[in-house]
């Protein structure tokens, strides 16, 4: 689980990058969900919203860089 503070300190190519990865973590499980290998399945829960929690993040470091301008 990523904390929002962690995503904060990183820049925005940082913060894209670990959406990706996130994305593809998801996936992955999805499938295990998908052939009934998944155990546990509150972890479907927790990435998705790491990934809204990074979405959430990535937006306001843009809209800061655009008030800046």
């Known amino acids: 689980m990523t904390k929002a503070a962690e995503l904060r300190q990183k820049d925005v190519a ?3 990058a670990e959406i ?3 994305q593809k973590a998801h ?3 999805r499938m295990q969900k998908a052939t009934q290998q ?3 399945l ?3 829960r927790t990435t998705r ?3 809204a929690r990074a979405k959430t993040i990535l937006a306001q470091k ?3 860089s655009q008030a800046a301008k």
Do not use: P
């Open 14 to 16: 940082g913060i894209e």
């Open 20 to 22: 990706k990865a996130l």
């Open 27 to 29: 996936f992955g499980l």
């Open 38 to 40: 998944l155990n546990n």
């Open 42 to 44: 509150s972890t479907l």
């Open 49 to 51: 919203r790491d990934i």
């Open 62 to 64: 843009q809209a800061e």
